[in-house]
T-cell receptor
Framework: EDKVVQSPLSLVVHEGDTVTLNCSYE??????LLWYKQEKKAPTFLFML????IEKKSGRLSSILDKKELFSILNITATQTGDSAIYLC???????????FGTGTRLTIIP | NAGVTQTPKFQVLKTGQSMTLQCAQD?????MYWYRQDPGMGLRLIYY???????DKGEVPNGYNVSRLNKREFSLRLESAAPSQTSVYFC?????????????FGEGSWLTVV
């Protein structure tokens, strides 16, 4: 059965700190790994990763994938209170298009 | 641009009642999904449909049925609601592109079973 595990489950840091969120996976026929941010309603897209070692970057957020070790990390530098959210990792299969999410990491930024 | 539309947004059911959550997308996507999200947890896949005419079970299918009525619509039915099915339900669809954001979510349906 496909599995996506995120760690830590929750994290509380002070504004300005840097955080690293982890996502490991075991899936058949890996196609892509996606990161989402969820505040009050539906998740919003952050990154999609398909190739190992290529960093995706958007402002203070960046992410990288390791297909050999089957994990990805999401980094947030100089955190702000607006970064407080649940961060979700998902992996997608080739063929059957199944999309499996992890449990999420709840990030809280203290002013 | 409607995107993914799901109804109702809020519903309160009594134990044993049945109801159907409706989902429609206007982006001509092949794949559609139903997830539930419980407090402090990620999205758990209930059922998905890779294309019109096919449906498959996800992680937590028990107590639910689905219908892929046509390419646009994918409904989720609770035949006999239980308090354990109190949750937020998200419908999503995907265009299967190989790059960029390929998954689009509805706004969620908050369901309470009493």
């Amino acid at each position: 059965e496909d599995k996506v595990v995120q760690s830590p489950l929750s994290l509380v840091v002070h504004e300005g700190d840097t955080v690293t969120l982890n996502c490991s996976y075991e899936v058949t026929n890996f196609r892509s790994l996606l990161w989402y941010k969820q505040e009050k309603k539906a998740p919003t897209f952050l990154f999609m990763l398909t190739s190992s070692g290529i960093e995706k970057k958007s402002g203070r957020l960046s992410s990288i994938l390791d297909k050999k070790e089957l994990f990805s990390i999401l980094n947030i530098t100089a955190t702000q209170t607006g970064d407080s959210a649940i961060y979700l990792c998902a992996v997608r299969n080739f063929g059957n298009e199944k999309l499996t999410f992890g449990t999420g990491t709840r990030l809280t930024i203290i002013p | 641009n409607a995107g993914v539309t799901q109804t109702p947004k809020f519903q309160v059911l009594k134990t044993g009642q049945s109801m159907t959550l409706q989902c429609a997308q206007d982006m001509n996507h092949n794949s559609m999904y139903w997830y539930r999200q419980d407090p402090g947890m990620g999205l758990r896949l209930i059922y998905y449909s890779a294309s019109e005419g096919t449906t498959d079970k996800g992680e937590v299918p028990n107590g639910y049925n689905v219908s892929r009525l046509n390419k646009r619509e994918f409904s989720l039915r609770l035949e006999s609601a239980a308090p354990s099915q109190t949750s937020v339900y998200f419908c999503a669809s995907s265009d299967g592109r190989s790059s960029g954001n390929t998954i689009y979510f509805g706004e969620g349906s908050w369901l309470t079973v009493v």
